[in-house]
């Protein structure tokens, strides 16, 4: 966990959380008062850490931009306390496609494989721009397990479920952009499954080499180890 995120250290995790659960119009004493800035600050600060925004995906896809004020710091802080490390991330508003080729343009990897029959399905499909948070490594424990004991494991956090391709995508890639990093990597063999399902096989995402990011499902894999799971809420 991260190290900016221990925060309040005379304060347990779940006092804190309860002091957000106080509105200004419930605080009676100047004390109180001063407790719910500083973790309300410290929080901010916290959740600033791990956030991708959007101008790693460049104005024209996020013109609004973003402000700390649109961010769900507030639930995203109670997340981080409680979740594997995360990343905070603004999904923009272009498909999948266009993804890999913004960050082919900016960083000379995109794809090393894409599935034809997922271009035709999902290649140019595009949502609104949301925020989403998304464990940076696979749950502990998920690696070469059945999808439904995967997916439990996803659910088993408030609000999380498994991935989805899009958002899986957009995740990994926003962190390249940022900072160089191949989440999901080939050092070793990590792959996510996802939500979407075609001819009875879940996606997955992952395998990031330096040849780029691997989209396929995992019928090509004998070796189920390296098929795992992340996390994600929606915002």
Known sequence: ??????????????????????????????????????????????????????????????????????????????????????MLVRVPKISIVAMGQLVKQRSDIGYRLIWDKILREFGTQVEEPRWVLMTRDVLAGSRNRPYAEQQEMAKSFKSYDVPSLREAIACIFARLLQDGTRLYSDSPWTYTRCQENLNGFQTVVGGFAPTGLFVSDNFYFFDNNKISVAAMRKF
């Open 1 to 86: 966990m991260n190290d900016n995120i221990d925060l309040l250290p005379k304060m347990s995790v779940e006092n804190a959380i309860r002091l957000f659960e106080v509105t200004p119009d419930r605080i009676y004493s100047p004390a109180v008062a001063l407790a719910h800035a500083a973790c309300r600050e410290l929080a901010k600060e916290a959740v600033r850490s791990i956030t991708i925004s959007s101008a790693v995906w460049g104005e024209p896809y996020d013109e609004k931009g973003v402000e700390m004020a649109s961010l769900p710091w507030k639930q995203v802080f109670v997340d981080m306390q409680r979740m594997p490390d995360l």
